[in-house]
């Protein structure tokens, strides 16, 4: 049986690596996507996998979006909140927009999307999900007192729902990933980017395929005594 896991965030960077070894898994991946149409249209030519637009910081706009994948796909069993965005800044500089848009995007979307879809899942007594948290959701990061409370405030929520999900063969667990290359990071300036890679103990950034596999590993049948958990993958930058 092939489980639909939806992915959001999953047409570029570390989603889209998420879907490609989710379909070679043999799961029926779904990936969402905000705005970028040309990305997204590109990455179902070469993936094959379906592409849902539909902005994920809207409450109404993922009950709408998950119930059109589910018509077209089946019930989802796995979802990964990946989708996620960095408006970067020092508190006395960043505006509420910044804020909100970042608190909304990558944490009140986790409400989002789980709301969508747990009904279902506890109703089938199976459900997999995985929060796509960050090292400076952990360790904290200069400029970024949005995206570093977004993301702590994701590894707390997995905790929570985890709770909530374990006698309903749901499993809920978070991966903080280190700096991984993807636009994201080709974003941050070359000089402060070698300041990074200078930090992390294996020497490189990390590969998409480096969060990807993990996921793999979190939604499979047999992991579920895998619940609560909050998986470091960061080339050792930083440890707990
Ligand atoms: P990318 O910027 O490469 O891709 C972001 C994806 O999220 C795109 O598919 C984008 O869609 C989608 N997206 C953004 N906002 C929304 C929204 N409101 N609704 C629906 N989809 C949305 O990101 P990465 O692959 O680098 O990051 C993926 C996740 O991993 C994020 O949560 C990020 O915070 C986290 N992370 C990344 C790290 C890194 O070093 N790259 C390190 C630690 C954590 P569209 O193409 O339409 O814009």
Not at 51 to 62: G, H, I, L, Y
Not at 151 to 169: M, N, V
Not at 201 to 211: C, N, S
Request: charged content about 20%.
């Amino acid at each position: 049986m092939s489980r639909v896991a939806v992915v959001t965030g999953g047409t570029r960077g570390i989603g889209e690596e998420i879907c490609v070894e989710l379909k070679e898994a043999g799961y029926k991946p779904a990936a969402v996507y905000a705005g970028n149409d040309s990305a997204a249209r590109d990455f179902t030519a070469r993936t094959g996998v379906p592409a849902f637009k539909f902005d994920v910081s809207d409450f109404d706009a993922c009950q709408k979006g998950v119930a059109e994948i589910q018509k077209e796909l089946g019930p989802v069993e796995v979802l990964v909140n990946n989708a996620g965005i960095t408006r970067d800044g020092t508190m006395h500089k960043m505006t509420f927009e910044q804020w909100d848009a970042v608190i909304q995007t990558n944490l009140a979307s986790c409400f989002n999307m789980c709301k969508a879809v747990i009904e279902g899942m506890r109703e089938r007594e199976f459900g997999r999900i995985v929060n796509i948290g960050s090292v400076n959701g952990r360790a904290g990061q200069y400029g970024q007192v949005n995206y570093a409370a977004a993301k702590s405030g994701i590894h707390g929520f997995t905790k929570a729902l985890a709770l909530e999900g374990a006698g309903k063969g749901i499993t809920v667990n978070a991966i903080a990933p280190g700096y991984v290359l993807t636009d994201m990071v080709r974003a941050v300036p070359e000089r402060v980017l070698e300041k990074i890679v200078a930090t992390i103990p294996v020497g490189r950034l990390g590969d998409p395929k480096d969060i990807a596999r993990a996921v793999t590993f979190l939604v499979a049948d047999d992991a579920g005594f895998v619940t609560g958990s909050t998986l470091d993958i960061n080339g050792g930058q930083h440890m707990y």
